[in-house]
Nanobody, 120 residues
């Protein structure tokens, strides 16, 4: 059973940066497809991006490409989301998720979320 715990959320002014962390346990981290999702108040959850396993590349949504970076620390079993040039529309609850296969649509494992608030 994969377990995920996010941290690092907070409040920041527009243009600022935050780094979110997701601690992973219960499976071999490097073999997992890892994703970041977010949900703004009153909106549906959207995919931010995901990281292929085994040292593969990352894919980003159009809304964050060039501003956000997903990375992994395999020694620490931790997934990161570095968020730069934050905008008020980046406000929301951020979740990490894990999947055994990036090509499988459903994400079976989710963290509890960490809140990000970006003020103008």
């Amino acid at each position: 059973q994969v377990q995920l715990v996010e941290s690092g959320g907070g409040s920041v002014r527009a243009g600022g940066s935050l780094r979110l962390s997701c601690d992973v346990s219960g499976w071999t981290f490097r073999l997992l497809c890892m994703g970041w999702f977010r949900q703004a108040p009153g909106k549906e959850r959207e995919e931010v991006g995901y990281s292929y396993p085994r040292g593969g590349s990352s894919v980003y949504s159009d809304s964050v490409r060039g501003r956000f970076t997903i990375s992994r620390d395999s020694a620490e079993n931790t997934l990161y989301l570095q968020m730069n040039s934050l905008k008020p529309e980046d406000t929301g609850m951020y979740y990490c998720a894990a999947n055994y296969d990036c090509y499988y649509g459903d994400w079976p494992y989710w963290g509890q979320g960490t809140q990000v608030i970006v003020s103008s």
